[in-house]
């Protein structure tokens, strides 16, 4: 009796294990729509990994949302409990001033609460219309998602 009893809550606790890690995997690496206040679907694809929210920006699909871009990112990363954000920029075709304004003022909201704000996947010309607005420096901008994670250095060979 003690035997199966014991190989019962083995194969239960395994099965709880298998689902937690399939439910934690599905949170972590999940790409999902956001939604605004007002419903509408909006143009960001959400990924959480450890202590960082990735946000990719797309151009937007049909209703643009309401809500500011700023704003949506920031209620983003305090529903998900982070304080680095990397925004993903790959698909963005040019850099115009309403989104350059709502950028700075989403880097001002995480600098205020101790966090870090990367960009990644800016094109080159963005990268010289932030350094021509002298944006640069509040904006931090990396060729690649791993870049804006572990900064600008990334070792070439394994240790």
Known sequence: MDAQLKMTTKSLRASRREKA???A???QASEMRSRDSAG?????IVERGPNVLFVKLTPPGGTPPKTPLADRIWLLMR???VNQLVL???EIGKLDDALVTELVRLSEQIAEAGGAFRISGLSHRNRRA???????????AYRTRAEALFGSWLPTQPR
């Open 79 to 81: 529903q998900h409990f």
């Open 21 to 23: 890690g399939v439910d």
């Open 40 to 44: 509408f679907e909006s143009d960001l």
């Open 130 to 140: 932030l350094e021509y607005r002298h944006l640069n420096g509040q904006l931090p």
């Open 25 to 27: 995997d599905i949170l």
């Open 88 to 90: 993903e920029l790959e």
